[in-house]
């Protein structure tokens, strides 16, 4: 130890330093030391004063008087002029009811993520956020905010990315609390000045706009916009043709809102497509078979859409799909062994009316379909069912309306890698097949309205994973057996 020279043991500590702080390296320089300057320091503080750690991940010890704050939890410093540039502090659970306004004394930060945590469903505060005119990534997703998003986010001219989304907004019993509104400034001022945005999350935020109205903006002011993700919005009307110049569209999400229009051909001319997510969004028309052709595709989800018509011939080879849902759509595929050239394909859900023989047999040879569903079963006879049981590496299945009253159960028991098996609505007309009771992986079990009847196996205590049992709407006597310990169960769609 006396060996070590101090310059050395400087190098050595400051180095982990570096590490433990991350994103710095590389570019550090390791001989600096680089203080917080005090008044960053004082307005990081207040903000820990506001809030409240009952439910919090951390109770951010690091944060004390006195000490560096270019060390502290989820605070980085430009090593330049030690001001605050980032401050991280997503998915800790921390409550305040409203954002501090010291927040806005950091006015050199450029990244400022707040997101998961619960503001209490305060307002964004009105002024404030125009100071920090720096930043280039604001997400505050998920963190329990509500009412009219402020003008001052629109003054925010360097942002890149901007998350104002909340994957809650769909709960009922959130709805109220948690959710924002872009009425007054309207999509059209928010976006006048966003000429650098790339990365545009507003889920759930209610919006209310028409086609012509939010399409023309974003192709006005956003002409280079790569993620567009406006889920739930409230946008109705077709979707304007102004919108087949984003072509530099990398993912695109406007499922949930009422689009009613014919789905546009030129999606197919956006080769940097990688995400199209449209479920439950009214379009009609014809589907571009070319879409499938698209280089980087993975994730093509058009459920919902009753009256979109998808003529498929076949599926190129090579395709990149990993996630494919076109249950509820009017599709129809000419060459369904051509599913078997979706090597990637990872989750699929579908109706089971196109279920044939070919299509079920390219099917159990794709060794990475992890998630099946199937819904709307109109044939009744066994080969139905068991081609399911040749998917060996099946993780997530979900079946609705089936009738499986005349077939053997077996091909359940073959499933040896399911976590979640999910049957509603069905028709067993008998026991819960005991076949279940080999699948010692599964977490999730539910068999709502399945028409089972006889006693809840004593089996089921067997399979130690299980998290999750909902049995509800059955004939089943015996303890009534309807376990949650998780928070959310979501697998139909
Ligand atoms: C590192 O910092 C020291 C002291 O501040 C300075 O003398 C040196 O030039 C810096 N080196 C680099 C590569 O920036
Ligand atoms: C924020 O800055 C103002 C002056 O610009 C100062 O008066 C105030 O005390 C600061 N607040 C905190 C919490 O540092
Ligand atoms: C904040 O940190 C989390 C990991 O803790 C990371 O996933 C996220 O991307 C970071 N936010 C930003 C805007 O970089
Ligand atoms: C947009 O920027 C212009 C000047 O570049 C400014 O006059 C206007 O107020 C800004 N709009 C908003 C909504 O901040
Ligand atoms: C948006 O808000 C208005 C007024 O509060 C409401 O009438 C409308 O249903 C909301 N839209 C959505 C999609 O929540
Ligand atoms: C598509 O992506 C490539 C590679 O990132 C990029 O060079 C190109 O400009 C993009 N195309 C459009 C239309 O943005
Ligand atoms: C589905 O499309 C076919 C044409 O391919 C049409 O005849 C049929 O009526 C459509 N079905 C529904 C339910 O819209
Ligand atoms: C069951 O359905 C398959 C495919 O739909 C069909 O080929 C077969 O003949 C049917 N078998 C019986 C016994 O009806
Ligand atoms: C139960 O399932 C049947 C179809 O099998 C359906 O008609 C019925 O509405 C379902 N009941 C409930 C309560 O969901
Ligand atoms: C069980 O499923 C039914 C029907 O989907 C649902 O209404 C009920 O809330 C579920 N129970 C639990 C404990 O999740
Ligand atoms: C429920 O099961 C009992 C026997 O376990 C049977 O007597 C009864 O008829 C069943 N009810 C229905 C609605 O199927």
Redo the contacts with the bound molecule.
Sequence with gaps: MASISWPILLLLVSGQLYTTSGTIGGHGNLTATFECLP?QA??LL?LKRSFSFECATTTLPSWEDGMDCCRWEGVDCDTATSHVNALNLSKRNLYSYGIDQ?LF?LTSIQLLDLSMNDFGGSQLPAVGFERLSLLTHLDLSSSGVSGQIPISISKLTNLVSLDLSNQYANDNNEISRNHLLLWEPSFKTMVRNFSKMRELYLDGVNISSSGEEWCTALVRYIPRIRVLSLENCGLYGSIHPSFSSLRSLEVINLQLNTMSGAFPQYFADFLNLSVLMLLGSDLNGLFPPKIFELKHLTSLELSGNANLMLKVETLPKGCSLETLALDGTNLSIAKPSSFGNLRFLQALHLDAKVISKELSSSLSTLDSLEELSLSRFVLLNESLFSWIGDIKNLVFLTLEYGDFSRTSNSWIGNLINLEALVILNSFFSAPIPPEIGKLKNLKILSLNNCSLSGNIPAWIANLKQLSYVNLSTNNLSGKVLLVTFLKRLDFTE
Excluded: K, Y
């Design positions: 008044d004082s307005a207040q010291a004394n």
